[in-house]
Each structure stands twice: as structure tokens, then as C-alpha cells.
């Protein structure tokens, strides 16, 4: 098989996340101008984050993780990876579709379990209706994770990474729909009994413009696998010895794949306890997901394939490499980031969100939430460095060990400071639980040698792109002091913060260069290879 090249992987996978993860703040943005953080905004954003979660478990999170290295391997070795897709495809439909009809009967004890908070009020009733319409998306986008695991494993990137484009393109096309569609919504309305609430027609819209999406993401990626020579066409369910392993290390990498999901499951049941918050919070973990979602997820998509293979052909200095290399990109990218949230997260809140039903109170609750978020940042992308070194080992039962740790940890947090310092207490929480699975990660990757070991360019380099950060957020926190009068003003602020950003890049840039964080010549040579 024609080898992984890392860096252009990579950059193919973070340049399409980058452009979803820009479309989605145009959608929180109008979610916020239109919705603010009211009753149909939380009932929503709670609502869509369960089938989010959910894909966690079966796609992303748990399958995929047991999924993409058994079937590089299969590539790698020439063992008829076609047919173990399609076998594993139709036994996950199968799965999704008995869940899917499960939980419409058991939508509110779901809500439930993840919002109790809107119990007695309108919010409850509300999430409901909204979770029964949009938990269909699972099914499709957690087919669609694993088609998109087949073609990443043969080294094909751009169509698994654009396919969450559509999601956003979507749901910002029915936002823009919704202020102009009259709407029939008797019947959400006498649901809920609530008549008087504003905006339930772009809440609807959006419930069911995320089922389209789902469907438009998995035509996009099967259409790819087929040009790419893979026919995953479903065949009768059925359990062979392949997916019986299959199955037992995915039951362990269910928590493990998701725990970040999990905390966050943890951090709105607090928030759901608090007027507000879980909008604040999910507008904060937007801004976060931004760099997460543009290096961290881009290296955890283009490293486990890379690694199960080079595991499969015995090259161990290859594999210690392409570890190494993910590392050091990672945090050349995520730390300077992390900088910029914890130094600037208000004026990059006030900006981007505060506008129409969205105030300034909401705009100082969702950047400290912003800020203790960022201090996590660093931890949220390692760990998607250091997990594929146990999930091309086929070893899916530590990191579900060090998940179960990370998630007490986050709960004892989350839970037991709600009640003095309020809703933060779950932003907290997450970022304290991210530190300690990374931790544990680490801890754990030492006993398998030298293919898991930092070596010795990454150790002298990680000090120097620590101190770049540092010098770019003494630079950004002066220019955001000066440029103050000019961020708050309708017909600036736009122009100030991109002058802002990019004061920020410049600045770590010329650092970076300076301490010898990081060389512009290397990439361009990894491009090349």
C-alpha cells in the first residue's frame, strides 16, 4: 500500500475542518442573534447534542477507534478489507437503527438524564419534541464516521473532512430560511404549550435541517469510497469471528472515544441547573472546538491509520516519528491558541456573538467559560496524539480505565463546586478531567518502548514554542488594551479583531522563528515527501 504522508494529510484534514469549523460560528452566531439563550435556544442546542454524544460512542469514539486499525491492517496486509467494511457497516446499521427507534420511546428520560434542570418548565417538553426529530442524525452520521474511516485508512482525506462542511452549510441555509418561511407549528406549539415563545419555527427548522445534513454527509463520503474502489454496499447482517473482535475491543473504547463527550454530558447537567448556561457554555465550547477541531481531531484522523499500519510492517523508528512529529505540530499549533483564548476571550466573545438577543451579560458569563476552556486546550489535543498509540495496539481497555478516572474526577469538580462558584464549575471540571487523561495517556504510552518515546527534538523544542506563546500573549493582551474603543464599535469591531488575530499570528510567528520553535523549511519538506 502507498504509505501515509502525514503532514499533507493532515493539513488536508485541518484546512476542511477549519473551513466547517468557520461556517459553524456563522451558524452559533445566527443561533445566538436569533435565539440568544432562551428556552428554544437551550432546548435545541441540548436536543442535537444527543445524537453529538451518542456518534461519540458508536462512530467516532468507540467504533471507528477498533475499526480503522483492524481494517489498515487488513490493507496493509491484503486480508480483503472490502468485505470486513461491509460486514461492519451493516452490523452497525443494524445497531443504529434498533437504538434510534429506542430512544424515540425513551426521548424523555434521555433529556432527562442530561438536562434535569429544564424539568417543570417549558424548556423539558420542548427538548423532547426537538430530541425525537433530530436523534435520526445518528444513524447517518455514524455511518457516514465509518465510510470516512475506510477512506482515511487508504489515505484519502479531502472527502471525509469536507463532509461536516455540509452540515453547517445547511443549517446556516435554514437559519436564513426560517426569517423568512411562515411556518405551521401548531403542533410543536400545543406540545409544549407555549405560544408565546419566540423563534420556535427556527428551532424546528433546525431539528430537521440536521437530519438532511446527515443524509447529505453520508451520500458524500459513500460516493468517495466508491470512486476510491471500495463497494460498501449492505449486505445481510451477520456475526463473524471478525466482528466478534471487532465488538470486544469497541465495548471498552466507547468511553474511552468519547470522554470528552462524557465531561461535557457532566457540564450541562450542572449548567442545566442554571439560567443561561448551557447556552454560555455551548458558545464557549464553540470557540474552543476551533483549534481542537482544526489540529487535534486532524491528527487523530490522519495518525491511527498511519501508526496501525507502520505497527503491521514492523517499522517502529517510522511509527516513533510520525508520534513525535504529530506531537510537535500539535502543540506548535494548540499551545499559541490556548494563549489567545485565556488572554483575549472577551473581545473575541463580544465580537463574534454579542448582538440582537445575545446582551453583554452573556457576553462576560461565556468568555470566562471561554478562558477555562482554554487552559485545557493543550491537554483536549495531546490526547488525541497519545490515543492512537493505544488504538493501533488494538488496546482499548487502559484508555477506558484512565476514562473512568477522568470522568470521576470531572464530576467530583463539576458537581461539588456548582453550588459556590455556579455554572463555571463545569467548564472547570472539563479542563481539569482533560489534564489528568492526558496524564494518564502519557503514563501509560511509556511501557511500549521507544515507538511511544519522545525523542530529543521534541523535548528541546517544547520549552521553546512555550515561551514563543508567552511572548505573542504579552503582544496580543497590549494590543487588545489599545484597540479596546475600537472592538466595541458596530463599524470597527470586525476590522479590529481580524487586526487583532493577525497582531497574534505575526507575533508568534516571528517568536517561533526566533527561538527556533518551530522551522518554516520543515514543512515544506514533509509536503513533499
Known sequence: MKP??????????GVWTLLSRILGFVRDIMIA???????????????????????????????????????????????????????ALSGLATILIVFTLLAQIFMPALVYAIASGFAGDVRFELTVTFGRIVFAYILFISLAALVSGVLNAMGRFAAAAAAPVLLNVILVAVL?????????????????????????????????????????????????????????????PRLTPELKRLAIIAAPAALAGGVVQVNLLIGRQVASHFDGAVAWLSYADRLYQLPLGVVGIAIGVVLLPDLSRRLKAGDTAGGRDAFNRASELSLALT?????????????????LFQRGAFGADDTAATALAVAVYGLGLPAFVMQKALQPLFFAREDTKRPFYYALAAMVINAAIAIGLSTTVGYIAA???????????????????????????????FRRRIWRILAASATMGFVLWAASVSMTPFLGMPGTRYAALAILVAIGMVSYGAAGQLYGAFRLSEFRRALKR
Request: net charge negative; glycine share 10%.
Open 427 to 457: 467548564a472547570f471540571g472539563t479542563t481539569i478531567a482533560g489534564w489528568a487523561m492526558m496524564i494518564l495517556l502519557w503514563r501509560g504510552a511509556r511501557g511500549m518502548g521507544e515507538a511511544a518515546s519522545f525523542d530529543a527534538r
Open 33 to 87: 442573534a436569533f435565539l440568544g439563550t432562551g428556552p428554544v435556544a437551550e432546548a435545541f442546542l441540548i436536543a442535537f447534542s444527543l445524537p453529538n454524544m451518542f456518534r461519540r460512542f458508536f462512530a467516532e469514539g468507540a467504533f471507528n477507534m477498533a475499526f480503522v486499525p483492524m481494517f489498515s491492517k487488513k490493507l496493509e496486509g491484503e486480508e480483503n478489507a472490502e468485505a470486513f467494511a461491509r460486514d
Open 335 to 351: 499551545v499559541p491558541a490556548a494563549v489567545a483564548l485565556v488572554v483575549i476571550p472577551l473581545p473575541l466573545v463580544e465580537v
Open 176 to 236: 436564513l430560511l426560517a426569517e423568512t418561511a411562515i411556518l405551521e407549528e401548531l403542533v410543536v406549539i400545543e406540545a409544549v404549550g407555549a405560544a408565546e415563545l419566540t423563534g420556535l419555527h427556527h428551532g424546528t427548522l433546525l431539528t430537521w435541517g440536521a437530519v438532511l445534513a446527515g443524509i447529505a454527509q453520508l451520500a458524500l463520503v459513500w460516493v468517495a469510497a466508491r470512486r476510491a474502489g471500495m463497494s460498501l454496499t449492505p449486505v445481510m
Open 4 to 13: 501515509i504522508r502525514l503532514v499533507a494529510g493532515f493539513l488536508t484534514v
